[in-house]
């Protein structure tokens, strides 16, 4: 019997460094990385299980740096980051916990801590800006969606000094059971916060803060991951997005089919959809423009607006003098957003990806409004206008247009590159 035992565990310890490589062969047949145009370019599909290994894999070291650095910003100690994810877990789709557990085996890190870091979102800061332009407001008619994903420049990995930006990726995502889509992220994360899917559905995400908040619903970053692997349409995206919600956010959501641009704002107990001709769009100071939706970091339905701060309207010298004297953002945001506006309005019927990028990296960095290049400057250090990316899609073409930030350079200010969700698809490793 001994002997029987013996002969059993030196089997096991014979096939289990091999049973582990082929599985490693398995998961990353679907997947590879190479550079185009100086940008890295991250192919992952298959499972979703596979699809994070993948990711994991090719792009270890720098996945084990974000997730640090993720770590190491967040206010919250890791005990307590596990504790929101025991609680919101039990919302968050499986294939998406099993994308975790790939993510967590190809880079060589504990699931704990890679789960522990996507609760550390929670923390962030999220000051994004974004819109859809469609029809007459554009050159061709077509949808055009635009994104600035934006974060402080200063979040980096205490072991390397590395910042999380310069790890920069494109991934093209292609699950098994859903729609290819392209994304400008950062390794580590499954997405940035929004994209494009071969479906025409386009999305960006921007932080709300709000008292109306909860931890028994699904994670913000996981309902995009649901719009862009399985929405068709604009509606399937909208019920994807006001069900078990959880914090602040709004979005930005474009079908290119239709084509169609919606807003949407979210809390843990309300939400609005509209788009440009809805009554709500018009609440003074904020006003409509045709065939046009856009959003940044504050709520305009007024229900919505009192989850979020005392004063409605932010604008004017009363926000500029709260601004000062409380630190209360809203009129650095309202400038942000009435200059992205006016900006807009100015090139309207003429917005296209050429004009649209460049238009945007002048208007984001001050160069249209030199009051918002001042309070540009003086929040050095948070994420207002620090874009990380920028990007413009043409979706139903499959075209993109995109800027990275570099270590010392913010997006608006560094070259932008061409790609195509399509032709991507047909690349090979």
């Given at each position: 019997?001994?002997?029987?035992?013996?002969?059993?565990?030196?089997?096991?310890?014979?096939?289990?460094?091999?049973?582990?490589?082929?599985?490693?062969?398995?998961?990353?047949?679907?997947?590879?990385?190479?550079?185009?145009?100086?940008?890295?370019?991250?192919?992952?599909?298959?499972?979703?299980?596979?699809?994070?290994?993948?990711?994991?894999?090719?792009?270890?070291?720098?996945?084990?740096?974000?997730?640090?650095?993720?770590?190491?910003?967040?206010?919250?100690?890791?005990?307590?980051?596990?504790?929101?994810?025991?609680?919101?877990?039990?919302?968050?789709?499986?294939?998406?916990?099993?994308?975790?557990?790939?993510?967590?085996?190809?880079?060589?890190?504990?699931?704990?801590?890679?789960?522990?870091?996507?609760?550390?979102?929670?923390?962030?800061?999220?000051?994004?800006?974004?819109?859809?332009?469609?029809?007459?407001?554009?050159?061709?008619?077509?949808?055009?969606?635009?994104?600035?994903?934006?974060?402080?420049?200063?979040?980096?990995?205490?072991?390397?000094?590395?910042?999380?930006h310069e790890n920069a990726v494109l991934i093209v995502r292609n699950p098994k059971n859903g729609y290819a889509s392209l994304i400008p992220s950062v390794a580590g994360s499954l997405h940035g916060g929004g994209g494009f899917n071969e479906k025409g559905i386009a999305i960006g995400m921007q932080t709300c803060w709000s008292?109306?908040?909860?931890?028994?619903?699904?994670?913000?970053?996981?309902?995009?991951?649901?719009?862009?692997?399985?929405?068709?349409?604009?509606?399937?995206?909208?019920?994807?997005?006001?069900?078990?919600?959880?914090?602040?956010?709004?979005?930005?959501?474009?079908?290119?089919?239709?084509?169609?641009?919606?807003?949407?704002?979210?809390?843990?107990?309300?939400?609005?959809?509209?788009?440009?001709?809805?009554?709500?769009?018009?609440?003074?100071?904020?006003?409509?423009?045709?065939?046009?939706?856009?959003?940044?970091?504050?709520?305009?339905?007024?229900?919505?607006?009192?989850?979020?701060?005392?004063?409605?309207?932010?604008?004017?010298?009363?926000?500029?003098?709260?601004?000062?004297?409380?630190?209360?953002?809203?009129?650095?945001?309202?400038?942000?957003?009435?200059?992205?506006?006016?900006?807009?309005?100015?090139?309207?019927?003429?917005?296209?990806?050429?004009?649209?990028?460049?238009?945007?990296?002048?208007?984001?960095?001050?160069?249209?409004?030199?009051?918002?290049?001042?309070?540009?400057?003086?929040?050095?250090?948070?994420?207002?206008?620090?874009?990380?990316?920028?990007?413009?899609?043409?979706?139903?073409?499959?075209?993109?247009?995109?800027?990275?930030?570099?270590?010392?350079?913010?997006?608006?200010?560094?070259?932008?590159?061409?790609?195509?969700?399509?032709?991507?698809?047909?690349?090979?490793?």
């Open positions: 019997m001994r002997k029987i035992l013996s002969l059993l565990i030196i089997f096991l310890l014979f096939i289990s460094p091999a049973w582990h490589t082929s599985k490693a062969n398995t998961a990353l047949k679907g997947g590879w990385l190479k550079e185009i145009d100086g940008v890295k370019v991250l192919y992952v599909s298959g499972t979703h299980y596979e699809m994070g290994y993948q990711h994991g894999y090719l792009l270890r070291n720098e996945t084990k740096e974000n997730l640090r650095a993720f770590l190491n910003t967040s206010p919250y100690s890791c005990e307590k980051l596990l504790e929101i994810w025991n609680i919101t877990k039990n919302y968050i789709p499986k294939e998406y916990i099993e994308e975790l557990h790939g993510l967590a085996d190809g880079a060589g890190i504990k699931f704990e801590d890679v789960v522990a870091a996507y609760m550390s979102i929670i923390s962030w800061g999220i000051a994004c800006f974004g819109f859809s332009a469609w029809g007459p407001a554009t050159k061709d008619g077509k949808l055009y969606h635009f994104r600035s994903f934006d974060l402080p420049m200063n979040i980096a990995d205490p072991v390397t000094g590395k910042y999380v008292r109306d908040a909860t931890f028994y619903g699904t994670p913000a970053v996981f309902r995009v991951m649901m719009v862009l692997d399985h929405a068709s349409t604009a509606q399937e995206a909208i019920d994807y997005l006001i069900s078990n919600r959880t914090a602040g956010w709004n979005f930005v959501l474009s079908d290119a089919k239709v084509p169609i641009g919606y807003v949407i704002e979210t809390t843990a107990n309300l939400s609005y959809v509209g788009t440009y001709d809805d009554a709500i769009e018009s609440t003074k100071p904020f006003w409509s423009i045709d065939y046009v939706v856009r959003r940044t970091n504050f709520f305009i339905h007024p229900e919505l607006a009192s989850t979020q701060r005392e004063y409605y309207d932010p604008s004017g010298i009363k926000g500029f003098i709260r601004l000062l004297l409380k630190k209360d953002p809203f009129f650095a945001i309202w400038r942000s957003y009435k200059t992205v506006s006016v900006a807009i309005e100015k090139n309207w019927g003429s917005i296209e990806l050429n004009n649209t990028m460049e238009l945007m990296q002048k208007v984001y960095r001050g160069d249209t409004d030199l009051f918002l290049k001042f309070l540009i400057k003086l929040a050095e250090g948070t994420s207002f206008n620090r874009a990380w990316n920028m990007w413009v899609a043409r979706p139903s073409t499959g075209d993109m247009v995109v800027s990275f930030a570099e270590r010392d350079k913010i997006a608006f200010d560094t070259p932008y590159h061409y790609f195509n969700l399509f032709r991507l698809l047909e690349e090979k490793p």
